[in-house]
């Protein structure tokens, strides 16, 4: 071998020996004035623009979007030297609506690229109600956050936040940023649409993380916006993955990053101001074309006059086509109000085409937003609006911040002469009585059917005991129970619902709710509580296990009572019996047996002894195993036929009720009827 052959050989195994050197490195600390060809994870409404430049979110409404360095960094957390970060980057939020902006997004530190299950809105795409707060998470963010939830205990409408495992944030404060040269500190709208730095480093042998910002023209401030004590170690995995995640609720907004530098093991590199990509132009309304020289002649000028009369006329007649009722109180819930012209224009007119079913309190039409593209469910209901409307909207505003994957959203609202018009999530399955009792969709398998009945059990859960006020539902069955593309089942309807403040007494109210899932304590007392939402849900699951609605005329006279039946069939030692007959036997007999002694014991006469939501899930999941009981004493809940009533004594009383499309029970204070 040549001395030439041999200085050739040690440099190629000197290169494969430090290649990995190289790459890690690499994986350590990185620099991306612009995001073309950068080594980056997209997933949601995330896209890079030709110039460079990342969009995490458009103007759409409950968005998501994500963008992740591809690789995982290491972060040995056995040694709180080797925590040491810094990260730099150049943000801009731009608002679709002037100071009305999407709910913001954050720099993450996660554990894994997927967000499936994440939710928009305040959870920012990288939680949702189930999982936030757990220690299990293992998330870290610093969040910029654009939309004040008083839910989490937001600061404010511009806040920034350090969020451990949660979207409460551990410490929050009003953004900021200080002046070197004045030596104050300035305010800064993170809204505004203009780009703005971000510093933040972490000290891993202080444990201390500063959070910084300042205006894309000044240096970094010699002052941090927030400074807090806190320990990675126990927080941070070994191997995790850094990138951003924004999101937008009932206002939309552009997220965008220009530049971005990391480094796990030193100072980030300062980005090149002057490389960045330009953000898109805004759309600004033009005030009128200047410097136009007016030369009309007499002739013109009567033509433009007619033009203009009859343009007037025919904008007239427009306008007073889709006039709505707008009062001054009602600004505060701006980001809830739908146009109904929007509206009008989504459901092509509210034509036939479009229905999507007719429930008691009005028509439910699919529509898809003119300016988004989002497919909506519009809901048309009469009201009255002298008699309580404010109060009403209010309520309408809270029920629209309900947040959890198994409810289905309720994103706003218009009003127009005698209608209000309700704007929901759209559910392409349509709702569950559909499957389980006409033969207009395919059968649901019992994995199918047991992963709803969880979904909805975790809804209800979160609704009693999880969310800021305690909500009744008041009217749990499957009809109100829908199907998104994933057959994930989802409540909805709270057409019924009632807000309590959490330990307050529940008032006496007009009883409202469907015959057959109707608690009969309701009779005697008319107050609906936690439990009889529970006694609605056992019903709710011996319809789905059994196939059958709670009352059915039709049947045998010992069958007419779903819940005494299948209470019979316990006794005799015989309750598989009594499952849906379109399953064949195939589900697993335990949860089977499970679902139907719930059921039963939801529907017991006694509501102190009915379990809780809480109780129901950890049975539901297998966390608590459901003792060994006797058979319970059930009650057939159907207000003014006594609590034990004989089937014989059932079945005539109940052959004047149409049962096929299970109607509720109005009521006045309706959250949906008439206002408070």
């Not at 902006?101 to 530190?109: E, L, N, T, V, Y």
């Not at 309701?522 to 709710?540: E, I, R, Y």
């Not at 079945?651 to 309706?670: A, C, G, Q, R, Y």
Request: glycine residues 8%.
């Amino acid at each position: 071998m040549t001395s030439k052959s041999v200085s050739v050989y040690f440099l190629v195994l000197l290169y494969v020996c430090l290649n990995p050197l190289v790459k890690a490195v690499d994986e350590t600390q990185f620099v991306y004035n612009g995001f073309n060809g950068a080594n980056i994870h997209l997933d949601g409404g995330a896209k890079i623009h030709s110039n460079g430049l990342l969009q995490l979110t458009n103007d759409s409404i409950w968005q998501i979007g994500h963008a992740l360095y591809q690789r995982p960094v290491r972060f040995y957390t056995s040694s709180s030297q080797d925590l040491s970060f810094s990260t730099h980057f150049v943000f801009a939020i731009v608002p679709e609506r002037a100071n009305l902006s999407g709910d913001g997004m954050a720099f993450a530190i996660s554990p894994s690229l997927n967000f499936t299950e994440a939710l928009g809105g305040s959870y920012l795409g990288l939680l949702n109600s189930s999982d936030d707060g757990l220690p299990s998470n293992h998330l870290l963010a610093i969040e910029l956050d654009t939309f004040k939830n008083s839910e989490i205990n937001d600061t404010d409408g511009n806040h920034v936040g350090i969020d451990v495992n949660s979207a409460r944030s551990n410490v929050s404060v009003t953004v900021t940023y200080y002046s070197n040269e004045e030596r104050i500190n300035r305010s800064l709208d993170l809204k505004s649409g203009n780009p703005t730095q971000v510093w933040i480093e972490y000290d891993g042998f202080e444990n201390v993380l500063n959070v910084t910002l300042a205006p894309i023209s000044s240096p970094k401030p010699d002052q941090s916006l927030l400074s807090t004590r806190i320990n990675l170690s126990s927080i941070l995995l070994d191997s995790m993955y850094v990138g951003f995640s924004a999101s937008t609720g009932i206002a939309s907004g552009n997220h965008y990053i220009l530049g971005w530098s990391f480094n796990k093991s030193g100072k980030a590199q300062g980005l090149e101001i002057s490389k960045l990509p330009s953000l898109p132009r805004q759309r600004n309304p033009s005030r009128g074309i200047r410097g136009l020289r007016i030369t009309v002649s007499v002739t013109i000028v009567l033509v433009v006059g007619l033009t203009i009369t009859i343009a007037g006329t025919f904008y007239g007649l427009r306008r007073k086509k889709y006039e709505e009722i707008r009062e001054d109180w009602e600004r505060e819930y701006g980001p809830h109000r739908f146009s109904y012209k929007d509206l009008f224009k989504a459901t092509r007119g509210f034509i036939d085409k479009e229905l999507l079913g007719v429930g008691g309190f009005g028509k439910v039409y699919r529509g898809v937003l003119p300016s988004s593209k989002e497919q909506v469910a519009v809901k048309k209901v009469s009201h009255d609006s002298k008699q309580g409307m404010k109060e009403f909207v209010a309520e309408i505003a809270s029920i629209g911040r309900l947040r959890h994957r198994n409810l289905v959203q309720l994103l706003g609202y218009s009003r127009r002469k005698g209608e209000l018009l309700l704007v929901y999530d759209y559910m392409p399955n349509g709702s569950l009585d559909k499957f389980l009792f006409s033969n207009e969709k395919p059968i649901l398998n019992w994995a199918q059917r047991y992963h709803i009945i969880r979904g909805v059990a975790s809804a209800l859960l979160y609704l009693h005991e999880e969310w800021d006020q305690v909500v009744l539902h008041r009217d749990v069955k499957a009809s109100n129970v829908l199907l998104d593309a994933d057959l994930n089942g989802r409540l909805g309807d709270f057409g019924l619902a009632r807000l309590y403040d959490h330990g307050a007494n529940f008032t006496t109210t007009n009883v409202v709710g469907t015959v057959g899932y109707l608690a009969p304590e309701l009779s005697t007392t008319g107050k609906a509580t936690t439990s009889t939402d529970v006694f609605a849900f056992g019903a709710f699951m011996l319809e789905v296990a059994c196939g059958r609605r709670p009352i059915e005329p039709q049947q045998s006279p010992d069958e007419v009572v779903l819940v005494s039946w299948v209470s019979e069939k316990w006794k005799e030692g015989a309750i598989l019996e009594t499952s849906d007959p379109r399953l064949g036997g195939d589900y697993l007999e335990e949860e089977m047996e499970l679902v139907l002694k719930l059921g039963l014991l939801c529907s017991k006469s006694d509501a102190a002894t009915r379990p809780s939501m809480r109780q129901l899930i950890q049975y539901l999941n297998g966390d608590v195993l459901l003792p060994e009981i006797i058979h319970v004493s059930t009650s057939i809940g159907t207000i003014g036929l006594g609590n034990e009533a004989s089937s014989t004594f059932v079945k005539p009383v109940l052959s004047s009720i149409v049962m096929s499309s299970s109607p509720s029970m109005s009521s006045t204070d309706s959250i949906l009827n008439s206002g408070r």
